[in-house]
C-alpha cells in the first residue's frame, strides 16, 4: 500500500519497522528547501515512534482517525527564536524547573512546539509560557506539560494514555514519544481540526484524535494506565476515574480560581488514592461539545 492510501490507525509495527531509520523532525532553520526536506523526510520516516517494545494493541479500533495525506510542506520560518539550539534551552530551564525524568525531557526536545503555534507568536514558542490558540483555550506551559507527564509516569513504560483537551496537539505529541498508545479528546471542534492539521505532516501514527467531551472518557479504548486533563474541573470525573486500569495514574489541575495538581492512583477495583501537587492555572474544564 503506497503512503498515500494508507489509513489510520496504522498498526503498530508501522512503527517499529522503522526504528532503525529515526531522523530529526525540523532542522535548525527552514528554508523553503528544508521544509520540503522535512516533509518528505517526515512522510518517509515518523520520527515518533514508541520508546520500548511494543506489544500489539489488544482490541481493533473501529474509530480510525481520518486518512493521513501528505500534506504541502510546513510554512517556513527562518528565526533564530525557532532553533533547536532555543528548543534544548527550553528544556535545559525545565529540568532546572526540577523535571527530572529524561524521557520526558528529550520528548520535549523532539516536538517543535512553534509547528503547534500561530506563525504570529512562534518566535514565543519556547519560553515558558501559556500562550493563545484561539477560542479562548491556550498552549500549555512546557514547564507543566513536562511536570504532569513525569508525574503520570513515575519512571515506568507507559502503554495506552489518555489525554483530555487537545488543545492545538502539543501536549499529545509529546506524550506520543513517551507512550505506545495516545488517545486525546478535544471538546472544541475548530480546536480539533487544529490539531489534525498541525499533526498530520509529522504523521504520529500512534496517536488518535478525538472529537468528543472528554469528561465521558473513551470507554471504546479503556483502560488506561494514564490519564491526563489538560482543564481543571472543581473535581475529576468518575468515568475518568473508572478507566483507569488497576495500579494505573491520573493527574488533574482541580480547582477554579486557585487550582492544584491532583495525583489520583487506582489502588482497587473500587478504591483510588489521591495526592495533592502543586499550584497550577489551567483553562476550565467543561462539559459538551461545541
Ligand atoms: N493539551 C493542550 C492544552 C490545551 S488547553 C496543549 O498541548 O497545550 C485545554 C483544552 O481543553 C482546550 O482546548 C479546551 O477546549 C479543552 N477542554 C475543556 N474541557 C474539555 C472537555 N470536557 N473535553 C475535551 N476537551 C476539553
Same mark, same amino acid.
Request: with cysteine; charged share 20%.
Given at each position: 500500500?503506497?503512503?498515500?492510501?494508507?489509513?489510520?490507525?496504522?498498526?503498530?509495527?508501522?512503527?517499529?519497522?522503522?526504528?532503525?531509520?529515526?531522523?530529526?523532525?525540523?532542522?535548525?532553520?527552514?528554508?523553503?528547501?528544508?521544509?520540503?526536506?522535512?516533509?518528505?523526510?517526515?512522510?518517509?520516516?515518523?520520527?515518533?515512534? #514508541? #520508546?520500548?517494545?511494543?506489544?500489539?494493541?489488544?482490541?481493533?479500533?473501529?474509530?480510525?482517525?481520518?486518512?493521513?495525506?501528505?500534506?504541502?510542506?510546513?510554512?517556513?520560518?527562518?528565526?533564530?527564536?525557532?532553533?533547536?539550539?532555543?528548543?534544548?534551552?527550553?528544556?535545559?530551564?525545565?529540568?532546572?524547573? =526540577?523535571?527530572?525524568?529524561?524521557?520526558?525531557?528529550?520528548?520535549?526536545?523532539?516536538?517543535?512546539?512553534?509547528?503547534?503555534?500561530?506563525?504570529?507568536?512562534?518566535?514565543?514558542?519556547?519560553?515558558?509560557?501559556?500562550? #493563545?490558540?484561539?477560542?479562548?483555550?491556550?498552549?500549555?506551559?512546557?514547564?507543566?506539560?513536562?511536570?504532569?507527564?513525569?508525574?503520570?509516569?513515575?519512571?515506568?513504560?507507559?502503554?495506552?494514555?489518555? @489525554?483530555?483537551?487537545? =488543545?492545538?496537539?502539543?501536549?499529545?505529541?509529546?506524550?506520543?514519544?513517551?507512550?505506545? @498508545?495516545?488517545?486525546?479528546?478535544?471538546?472544541?471542534?475548530?480546536?480539533?481540526?487544529?490539531?489534525?492539521?498541525?499533526?498530520?505532516?509529522?504523521?504520529?501514527?500512534?496517536?488518535?484524535?478525538?472529537?468528543?467531551?472528554?469528561?465521558?472518557?473513551? *470507554?471504546?479504548?479503556?483502560?488506561?494506565? =494514564?490519564?491526563?486533563?489538560?482543564?481543571?474541573?472543581?473535581?475529576?470525573?468518575?468515568?475518568?476515574?473508572?478507566?483507569?486500569?488497576?495500579?494505573?495514574?491520573?493527574?488533574?489541575?482541580?480547582?477554579?480560581?486557585?487550582?492544584?495538581?491532583?495525583?489520583?492512583?487506582?489502588? =482497587?477495583?473500587?478504591?483510588?488514592?489521591?495526592?495533592?501537587?502543586?499550584?497550577?492555572?489551567?483553562? #476550565?474544564?467543561? *462539559?459538551?461539545?461545541?
Amino acid at each position: 500500500m503506497s503512503e498515500k492510501t494508507r489509513k489510520f490507525p496504522l498498526p503498530l509495527s508501522s512503527i517499529t519497522d522503522k526504528a532503525q531509520k529515526k531522523q530529526p523532525v525540523f532542522s535548525s532553520v527552514a528554508t523553503p528547501q528544508t521544509a520540503t526536506q522535512n516533509a518528505a523526510r517526515t512522510a518517509a520516516s515518523n520520527p515518533w515512534r #514508541p #520508546p520500548a517494545t511494543v506489544a500489539s494493541p489488544s482490541r481493533s479500533h473501529a474509530y480510525a482517525m481520518e486518512r493521513a495525506q501528505p500534506l504541502p510542506s510546513p510554512a517556513p520560518r527562518q528565526h533564530a527564536l525557532v532553533s533547536d539550539a532555543v528548543r534544548h534551552a527550553m528544556v535545559q530551564r525545565v529540568a532546572r524547573q =526540577g523535571v527530572k525524568d529524561q524521557a520526558v525531557l528529550d520528548a520535549l526536545a523532539r516536538v517543535p512546539r512553534h509547528a503547534f503555534m500561530d506563525e504570529g507568536l512562534a518566535p514565543q514558542a519556547y519560553i515558558d509560557a501559556s500562550l #493563545p490558540i484561539g477560542h479562548h483555550q491556550t498552549i500549555s506551559q512546557p514547564y507543566i506539560v513536562a511536570r504532569m507527564i513525569e508525574v503520570m509516569r513515575n519512571g515506568a513504560p507507559l502503554q495506552r494514555v489518555l @489525554e483530555i483537551g487537545t =488543545g492545538c496537539g502539543y501536549q499529545a505529541a509529546v506524550l506520543a514519544c513517551i507512550a505506545q @498508545e495516545v488517545y486525546s479528546i478535544e471538546r472544541i471542534k475548530p480546536l480539533h481540526e487544529l490539531a489534525k492539521a498541525n499533526l498530520r505532516p509529522m504523521r504520529v501514527a500512534n496517536l488518535r484524535l478525538h472529537y468528543g467531551d472528554g469528561m465521558l472518557g473513551l *470507554p471504546q479504548a479503556a483502560p488506561f494506565d =494514564g490519564i491526563i486533563l489538560a482543564a481543571a474541573g472543581l473535581e475529576v470525573p468518575q468515568a475518568l476515574l473508572d478507566q483507569l486500569s488497576i495500579g494505573g495514574r491520573l493527574v488533574a489541575p482541580v480547582g477554579g480560581r486557585t487550582q492544584h495538581l491532583e495525583l489520583v492512583t487506582r489502588v =482497587g477495583k473500587a478504591e483510588w488514592v489521591s495526592q495533592t501537587l502543586e499550584d497550577c492555572h489551567f483553562v #476550565p474544564l467543561r *462539559p459538551g461539545t461545541v
